[in-house]
């Protein structure tokens, strides 16, 4: 019986390994994709400093695109790394939702690409349902990673981190949310409301940090 528990707990952790190691994968491909997707600029006849500048600047929606989904990329990668710090071994129902929550991942690539039409109102809308649908997976995973009798978590959490982390991925979607909204008023300012997102989850770990130690 002693046995037979230790095995499948090695299964466990072995299953966790790779579901980890999937999802860096994914991550890294997508950010790949970003880069794939830029195009050396287009000019008609002989390049001079001019034209090559010109072009360059014809290419700013490519480029901040590229930036944008950059940075976003690599919230949503610290994001998991945080939350997989405190999980111990895996389940098919973590599998599953990490597989919901890769699946908004690869779109971000995609959604970037549509921003390359300019800062319209719908190519932002799809780029920020895109990270709302991540970001609430977030919580969703440490929801269910957490939940009473899981056994997925590492016993020594304290029930405060428990709270907060399963709060961090909402805060992040409304965020996206308001993004979407002042979309219709504004599209550079819902852009710029994205890059702000960092920071302002930044902040709040660290109040968080300070009412916790």
């Known amino acids: 019986m002693v046995e037979e ?10 299953s966790l390994d790779r579901l980890i190691g999937l999802s860096d994968g994914i991550f890294a491909f997508a950010i790949t994709l970003l880069a794939l997707d830029l195009v050396t600029p287009v000019i008609v006849g002989q390049a001079t400093d001019t034209s090559l500048a010109i072009s360059l600047v014809g290419e700013f929606h490519s480029f901040f695109g590229f ?3 950059f940075w976003v990329i690599s919230l949503h990668w610290l994001s998991h790394h945080r939350i997989f710090r405190y999980i111990k071994t895996s389940d098919p129902g973590l599998l599953a939702l990490n597989l919901a929550l890769l699946f908004f991942v690869v ?4 959604a970037t690409r549509v921003l390359n039409y300019g800062f319209l109102p719908v ?6 349902l895109i990270q709302i649908g ?12 957490s939940r009473d009798g899981s056994h997925l978590l590492d016993a020594q959490i304290s029930s405060n981190t ?12 409304v965020i996206f949310a308001l993004s979407i909204l002042i979309a219709f008023v504004n599209p550079d300012l819902s852009v710029v409301s994205w890059l ?8 709040l770990d660290r109040r968080y940090s300070k009412r916790t130690r």
């Open 134 to 145: 991540a970001l609430v997976m977030d919580s969703i995973i440490w929801k269910y990673a």
């Open 5 to 14: 528990r230790s095995l499948e707990e090695s299964r466990r952790v072995n």
């Open 67 to 69: 930036f944008v989904s």
């Open 162 to 173: 428990k709270r907060w982390l399963s709060m961090r991925g909402y805060v992040g979607s």
């Open 196 to 203: 702000m997102a960092a920071p302002i989850l930044v902040i």
């Open 107 to 110: 779109l971000i690539p995609f």
């Open 123 to 128: 190519a932002l809308i799809v780029y920020a």
